[in-house]
C-alpha cells in the first residue's frame, strides 16, 4: 500500500521520564533502544519543558492547552472539571475514534475528559484526599507526600504494582490497534497510551536491573550541596521529603539511579510491544507518533530526588514526534534547540490533524509546533511553567527565553540561570547588575501570563473548599470517582450469533510485517 499522510496518533507518554537520562539527549549510560530509533527517525525537541512539574496538573495543561491554573488543575488532587474542552474533545468531535491506555491521573467524576474508550482503569486516586495544606509546616508532611522511601528501598522483584499496570496497558494498546486496523480502518484515531514507569518506586524485573553494571551507575554530576548554599525552594523539598535526614551513602544513591535507569529499559521494552503492533497492523504509514512525559526526576542531582522543581532535571522533558512518509513531518533525526513546551501539545496535535487551532475554547496558551515538525525550525516564544502545590507555600514560576531560565515566587528572592555558560544551573546571575534587563523582560512576559498572586488567593481557596469535601465523602459509604473499565463477555469471541468461520475470517488480520 503506498504511503500517505498521516491522519491519526499515538501518542506514548512515560511519567517522571526526564529527557537528561536518555541516549537520544546524550545519557551514555541508559538503554533504551526502541526510543532512540524513534529519535532517529524522527524530531527530537531538545528543549522541552513542563508546564507544571507534577503529574495531574502537566497533563492537564497538556490535552487543554492552556496552564494548569487556568483550568484550575493546581495540584494532584485538584478536579478537572468536564467543561474543560480538551485536543481530545476536538478531535472526537471532528469524527476520530478516540481511546486511552494507561495513567491520566485525571481528578473528579469526569474520567475521560473526550476520549471515548478508557481501556484501564487508573493507577492513582481520582479523588480530593490528596489536597496539600499550605498552612501544615513542611518538616511535618502528610503522609502521602513523597518520603524517602523508594530511594531507600529499589531492587529486583518478579512482580510489583507498576509493572503489573505497566503491562496491562501496553497488553491493552495492542488489543486496541489490531481492533482499529480489523474494524475502523477508514477512520482516523487517536491512541493515548500512557505507562507509570519510571516514577518511583523503582521495583524492577531481573531481567531490566541486569543490563546495567554497578560501576557504570554513574553519580550525581552535581553531589548534595550544604543547605545554606541551595535555593530556598530547593531546602523546602529536601524538608518535606525528609533528605537529609535519610543521610544516604554514596551506594545507596547509586542504587536507586540503577533501579531509575532499569525501569527506563522497562517502559522502553513495553513501547516497543506497542510499536510492534502499530507496525505489524499496517497502521504505522498513517500514524504520527508522539514521545513525552509529564515531568522529569532529580535523581540525586543537587541532594534534590523527584520533582516539584524548575531545575533542568526535573523540568526538561523528553518530545520526540515521528511522522509516516509523506506526511509534512520531518523525519531523519532532525533536532530542534528552541525551547518549546508540552502545553504547545494540544495546538499542535490540532493543525497536524487539519482542525483549527482554537477549536477548543478559543487561542490557549501553547503554540502549534507543526511548522517547527515540517521546517525545523521553532519561532523563538518564551516557555513559562507553574508550581502550586506540596513543597511550596505560595504560587512559583519559571519562564525560560533563548538561553536565560528566571525561577520567581512570591516567597522566594529570583532565581537566573544562563544555560548556554552554566547547564548546571550552579550560578544564580540574579543580583548581577547586568541581568536587570534580562529579568524585567522575562518577569514581564511571565506576569503577562500568569498572575501569581490571584493564583495564590485561588489555591488556598480551593484547598479550604477540598478539606470539607474529602473530610464529608470519607463518611459512611463512599462512591468512588475511580474508572472501572467494562467489558460485554456476550459480544466477544464465538457466541454462535452469526457463521462461526464468517466472524473468524472477518476478525484476521495478517501481519503487515514479516518476521
Known amino acids: 500500500m503506498a504511503a500517505r499522510p498521516a491522519d491519526s496518533f499515538l501518542v506514548l507518554m512515560a511519567d517522571q521520564l526526564a529527557a537528561g537520562w536518555l541516549p537520544p539527549y546524550g545519557h551514555s549510560v541508559v538503554q533504551a533502544p526502541h526510543l532512540s530509533r524513534l529519535a532517529q527517525e524522527g524530531t527530537v525537541f531538545e528543549s522541552a519543558y513542563t508546564p507544571f512539574p507534577l503529574c495531574a496538573p502537566a497533563r492537564a495543561a497538556m490535552l487543554t492547552g492552556r496552564y494548569a491554573s487556568r483550568v484550575g488543575v493546581y495540584d494532584n488532587a485538584a478536579e478537572f472539571r468536564a467543561g474543560a474542552p480538551t485536543v ?118 531481573q531481567l531490566f536491573w541486569d ?40 551506594e545507596q544513591i547509586r542504587r536507586a539511579r540503577h ?69 509534512g513531518v520531518s523525519r531523519g533525526g532532525r533536532r530542534v534547540t528552541q525551547p518549546v513546551s508540552l502545553v504547545d501539545f494540544a495546538p499542535t496535535v490540532l493543525e497536524l490533524a487539519g482542525l483549527e487551532v482554537d477549536a477548543i475554547a478559543g487561542p490557549g496558551d501553547g ?28 504560587p512559583a514560576a519559571m519562564v525560560r527565553a533563548g538561553a536565560h531560565k528566571l525561577i520567581v515566587s512570591l516567597e522566594d528572592p529570583d532565581l537566573l540561570y544562563d544555560l548556554d555558560a552554566d547547564p548546571r544551573e550552579l550560578r544564580d546571575l540574579s543580583g548581577a547588575p547586568e541581568s536587570a534587563a534580562v529579568i524585567a523582560s522575562l518577569r514581564a512576559e511571565l506576569e503577562r501570563r500568569l498572575d501569581l498572586a490571584d493564583i495564590g488567593e485561588r489555591v488556598r481557596a480551593s484547598q479550604r473548599e477540598r478539606f470539607l469535601v474529602s473530610r464529608a465523602l470519607r463518611q459512611g459509604r463512599p462512591t468512588p470517582w475511580d474508572h472501572k473499565p467494562t467489558y460485554d463477555a456476550a459480544a466477544m469471541y ?22
Open 88 to 205: 481530545v474533545h476536538a478531535l472526537r468531535a471532528a469524527g476520530y475514534h478516540t481511546a486511552v491506555s494507561g495513567k491520566m491521573h485525571f481528578v473528579g467524576p469526569d474520567q475521560l475528559h473526550g476520549f471515548e474508550e478508557r481501556l484501564t482503569t487508573d493507577i492513582y486516586p481520582a479523588d480530593v484526599d490528596w489536597t496539600p495544606d499550605w498552612g501544615r509546616p513542611l518538616e511535618d508532611p502528610l503522609p502521602w507526600y513523597h518520603t524517602m522511601e523508594s530511594v531507600l528501598a529499589p531492587g529486583i522483584c518478579a512482580a510489583a504494582m507498576q509493572t503489573d499496570y505497566d503491562e496491562e496497558v501496553a497488553y491493552q494498546a495492542v488489543r486496541k490497534l489490531y481492533e482499529i486496523a480489523r474494524h475502523r480502518a477508514e477512520q482516523p484515531y487517536f491512541l493515548f497510551v500512557s505507562f507509570t514507569n519510571p516514577h518511583d518506586p523503582w521495583e524492577i524485573p
Open 211 to 250: 543490563r546495567y553494571r554497578r560501576d557504570d551507575i554513574d553519580d550525581p554530576a552535581v553531589p548534595s550541596l550544604p543547605l545554606d548554599e541551595v535555593d530556598p525552594h530547593s531546602r523546602r523539598l529536601r524538608a518535606m521529603c525528609q533528605v537529609d535526614e535519610a543521610q544516604l551513602t554514596a
Open 259 to 327: 533501579g531509575y535507569y532499569a525501569a527506563i529499559s522497562y517502559v522502553d521494552w513495553q513501547i516497543g510491544k506497542v510499536l510492534r503492533a502499530l507496525r505489524d497492523s499496517g497502521l504505522e504509514e498513517r500514524t504520527t507518533v508522539l514521545v513525552c512525559a509529564d515531568h522529569g526526576e532529580m535523581l540525586g542531582e543537587r541532594g534534590l530526588w523527584y520533582k516539584m522543581s524548575f531545575l533542568e532535571p526535573s523540568a526538561r522533558i523528553p518530545l520526540i514526534v515521528r511522522g509516516p512518509d509523506g506526511s
Open 367 to 394: 503554540v502549534s509546533l507543526a511548522g517547527t515538525l515540517s521546517s525545523g525550525s521553532a519561532p523563538p516564544h518564551p516557555v513559562v511553567s507553574e508550581y502550586h502545590a506540596e513543597g511550596v507555600q505560595a
Open 494 to 515: 464465538i457466541r454462535n450469533r452469526e457463521d462461526m468461520y464468517e466472524l473468524q475470517r472477518r476478525a484476521r488480520l495478517d501481519s503487515a510485517t514479516p518476521d
